[in-house]
């Protein structure tokens, strides 16, 4: 069973560069910094996820993969993990559901001054998710990593969610739904900006799935899905973008989310070319849109 997120995996070429772009747009520092499976890794913590900054610089399998990823769609997102429960039931419920998964194996890397962490964790087939990269791991059982420290005012709180385009909302609600569990709360329609959204309530996050409305386009059903972007909680918006406005960044001007109550800007050129927003208050179920800005 899926209780929450875990993290958000990026890849890119320069780790160095990455950890310190998400630094200045995060405002906090990396809490982990480490060598494993032929890879240099970031993790930045927040209370509900981890985003985890991949990049290949020796020989070994994930190196390899994470080299073929960058060859053939850049540098970006590359994957979403899932916390499980029990992990090596559900993996295999998973795989009798149609979403082969690996059996669940340890991962271990270690930090530069020496520490080491190790967790579970089992590979979703994309091919059966469609063409999206999707991980479960164990709860950690050294007890809930320490969070990424500030680096000074107006940090990022937490991740408040995750968008996935696709062409085929059948498939999503077969994969996202009917086979992973995840728990659909809404699933509407808006002629306005020609998009149909399904969210998922995943832990203390959220999963928004976006396709256009109107007859599906039959070449669109055989397409893979896309990632849409990350979208971060902050509690006060203008101190937010001013703080990553004078960080270097390109961000728009502050403005009236379509919920009642909220504020949103974008940034324009977060680091590693990942569509990104920065919101205010509870969780703003109209945001597709504002994710191309």
């Not at 085929?168 to 728990?183: F, I, P, Q, T």
């Not at 059903?221 to 896309?226: E, G, I, N, Y």
């Not at 270097?248 to 919920?259: C, L, Q």
Request: charged residues 20%.
């Amino acid at each position: 069973m899926i209780t929450a997120l875990d993290h958000v995996a990026l890849v890119v070429r320069d780790l160095d560069a990455a950890i310190d772009g998400y630094t200045r747009m995060l405002g906090v520092a990396p809490n982990w910094i480490g060598r494993g499976g032929g890879v240099r890794q970031a993790w930045f913590q927040f209370p509900n996820m981890a985003l985890d900054v991949i990049a290949p610089e020796a020989e070994g399998a994930f190196a390899d993969g994470m080299r073929a990823h960058l060859d053939a769609r850049g540098e970006g997102q590359w994957a979403v993990a899932f916390t499980a429960e029990n992990i090596e039931a559900f993996a295999t419920l998973l795989t009798r559901r149609g979403l082969p998964t690996t059996t669940p194996a340890p991962v271990s890397t270690t930090a530069d001054d020496g520490r080491t962490r190790t967790w579970l964790g089992a590979n979703i087939s994309a091919k059966s998710t469609g063409g999206l990269q999707y991980l479960l791991m164990a709860p950690p059982t050294d007890g809930a990593w320490p969070l990424s420290p500030p680096t000074g005012p107006g940090p990022i709180a937490k991740l408040d969610h995750v968008v996935v385009t696709s062409g085929n909302v059948d498939r999503a609600l077969g994969v996202y739904g009917a086979k992973l569990g995840l728990d659909l709360r809404l699933d509407r329609e808006n002629p306005q900006w020609n998009a149909r959204q399904l969210f998922f309530r995943c832990g203390d996050a959220v999963f928004e799935m976006a396709a256009k409305v109107g007859e599906p386009d039959l070449e669109a059903l055989s397409k893979p899905d896309r990632w849409g972007g990350l979208a971060w909680r902050v509690t006060d918006p203008e101190a937010a973008q001013a703080r990553i406005a004078a960080a270097g960044f390109n961000v728009s001007e502050v403005r009236t989310g379509r919920k009642p109550g909220t504020k949103v800007f974008t940034v324009r050129d977060a680091p590693a070319g990942v569509p990104t927003i920065m919101m205010s208050a509870e969780p703003r179920l109209e945001t597709a849109p504002e994710m191309q800005s």
